[in-house]
């Protein structure tokens, strides 16, 4: 498992009529620092593009991993949304304090 950081940016003509591919909008995802600086160059080279915004997006990617760096196992699989982690406290359903092996 691992981090990708990948870049959306959207190109937004004044006309269809005066767009490359027809249309005034046009959402692009790219991979590499290289293919966004292509696109934002060719869209400020176009008088009929009007505006090109554009974020920075980190994806987690890959198969999780079974055990930690060191070679040791995960002790009880993965967690879930209905497990809650190790060392957390959980509401109680008594008073605060109410002991019920008290009564």
Not at 70 to 93: I, L, Q, W
Request: aromatic share 6%; glycine share 8%.
């Amino acid at each position: 498992m691992e981090w990708r950081t990948r870049w959306h940016i959207t190109i937004r003509w004044d006309r269809a009529d005066n767009s490359p591919t027809g249309v005034t909008v046009l959402e692009r995802v790219v991979d590499s620092p290289a293919d966004l600086r292509r696109l934002i160059g060719r869209a400020r080279a176009d008088p009929h593009v009007v505006a090109f915004p554009y974020r920075q997006v980190r994806e987690l990617v890959g198969d999780a991993p079974d055990e930690f760096h060191n070679g040791h196992g995960y002790a009880g699989g993965p967690r879930r949304a209905d497990r809650p982690a190790a060392g957390s406290t959980t509401a109680s359903p008594h008073r605060s304090g109410d002991n019920p092996a008290r009564r």
